[in-house]
């Protein structure tokens, strides 16, 4: 009889302890929240650099053969066209040496027919003969050396472009090879590009002929990327990209600063969400809300790819959601009884 009143006892006491968690759950907090349904898009991501404004082909000019410059006929900003002279040295001493070469063909000419004739009337021997022949060919090369010098005592255009730097100076005695103009080469404003610095992963998103948006000297240009170098920079610790300008004007010059937008377009799915979904972030961990149910909620963690100025760039984390609570996010815990309103 003591068992079954022990029994009973234990029994009302636990439909009492039932019913008091009925009512705290029937008296728990509604917390009112919207939902915002996930959209998967493809990925259209932009990278954005800074760089400057030069020409496809820098070259520095010099004569091949030292001596005394006589006239530079460009300045520093001058255009100039293919073809067009623009430095030479004195020629004083060229001029001397291709007329010490050509008497010097002469006389090697006149000697070896005067052996080969006496060759042929059996007095001169062949070995003399052979050997006269050899002082021709080799006077014959000198005079070839000495106009070929002065060929290149004369500096011409290439090709169409301007002076970026004069580097020497008439009356200045200046040896073989060493520059004396600076140039960039630009044909009817075709060969602008802009030379920008990126990180090894964007390096791996840029693709050559992704197009872009160059803004320089207040004013936009279109561009497409022309070149990726395949090696890093010593000196900057960055993958150097080329971006052709294509619409250039006269108004840029070399050395220039750009801000280069590039398109890089992604086959991957990507979800964006509001800022205020968003909870805990730190860095590129955050967590949101999912609802599991009209009334009830799941905390979730997530990895942010990136963000605007409207929204979150989510890269991980809503694969199986399809939808996420916005608004009053902060006051929410996994417990949290909802109610869903539009």
Known sequence: MKINNVVILISMISVMSCNKAEDKIENAEVIPVKVFTLKNSSSNESIISTGLITTENETKLAFKVGGVIDRIYVKEGQSFNKGQLLA???LTEIEAQVT???LGYEKSKRDYNRVYSLHKDSVATLEQLQNSKT????????????NFNKKYAYIYATSSGFVTKKIGNEGEIIQGGFPVLAINEN?????WIVKIGVSDSDWSAINENNSCKIKANGKSYSGIVSQKSKAVDSNSGTFQIEIKIQNATKELAVGMFANVTIHVSSNKNINAI????????????????????DTTV????????????????VA?????????????SPFLNEKSKIKIVK
């Open 274 to 293: 509001p800022y205020d979904a968003v909870i805990e972030a730190n860095g590129k961990k955050a967590f949101v809300f999912i609802p599991t149910s």
């Open 88 to 90: 030479t040295l004195k």
């Open 187 to 191: 044909n009817n404003q075709k060969n």
């Open 135 to 146: 002082l021709l060919d080799i006077s014959e090369k000198a005079l070839e050396q000495a």
């Open 298 to 313: 799941k905390k979730i963690p997530i990895e942010i790819e990136s963000f605007n100025d409207k929204e979150v760039i």
């Open 316 to 328: 991980k984390g809503l694969e199986n959601a399809s939808s996420i609570i916005i608004g009053n």
């Open 100 to 102: 010490q070469s050509k």
